[in-house]
């Protein structure tokens, strides 16, 4: 029994010991992650909305047409990526079809409207016919940051006379 005593004292160290903590190692190993390379400049869809509307008593179509613009200066977002700007061509037109006014809107149009931060990185994205109301038809348009739901909301209004005013939309919150 001698025997089995001498083992067992061997032995039982050596299990114990096995069931101790691992060694921990204090090396953080990150797999390197390659930032995705910019694609070819994004553009917007084209559109085009038409809308008839009842204003001072007589009949008129409205046509607002959104193009991607090569001409203006893109932008880049945070990784580079470059976006293409929007020019906005809005028609009145009367019911013989003859053009009341025809305004062309790009970004520099709302620069007033703007922080520097949309000056150097939005686009001019949207711009929708709101409503008809005394001599002014309003519109609303907003400048975007490019694929978020950034933007600065915006009221274009167009007088009887042909005059637009823009301001920044302060009843959306």
């Known amino acids: 029994m001698n025997k089995k005593i001498i083992i067992a ?3 039982a160290p050596l299990l ?3 069931c101790g903590k691992k060694k921990q190692h204090e090396d953080i190993i990150v797999q390197d992650v390659e930032a995705p390379k910019p694609q070819d400049p994004i553009r917007m869809q084209d559109y085009r909305q038409s809308t008839d509307v009842q204003w001072l008593g007589k009949q008129y179509q409205i046509e607002v047409s959104r193009t991607a613009s ?4 893109m932008v880049k977002d945070e990784l580079g990526q470059q976006f293409v700007d929007n020019r906005i061509v809005l028609k009145v037109i009367r019911a013989d079809g003859s053009v009341f006014c025809t305004k062309t809107f790009t970004k520099a149009a709302f620069t007033d409207c703007l922080d520097d931060d949309y000056r150097k ?3 001019l994205e949207g711009f929708v016919f709101d409503r ?3 001599n002014q038809l309003f519109f609303a348009a907003s400048v975007s940051h490019p694929q978020t739901d ?3 909301p915006l009221v274009v209004t167009l007088s009887n006379f042909a005059e637009v005013s ?3 939309d302060n009843t959306i919150e």
Do not use: P, Q
């Open 9 to 11: 004292l061997i032995v």
């Open 16 to 18: 114990f010991s096995s």
């Open 70 to 73: 090569d001409s203006l200066a």
């Open 121 to 123: 990185t939005g686009i």
């Open 132 to 134: 008809a109301e005394g």
């Open 150 to 152: 950034e933007y600065i």
């Open 166 to 168: 823009i301001s920044r």
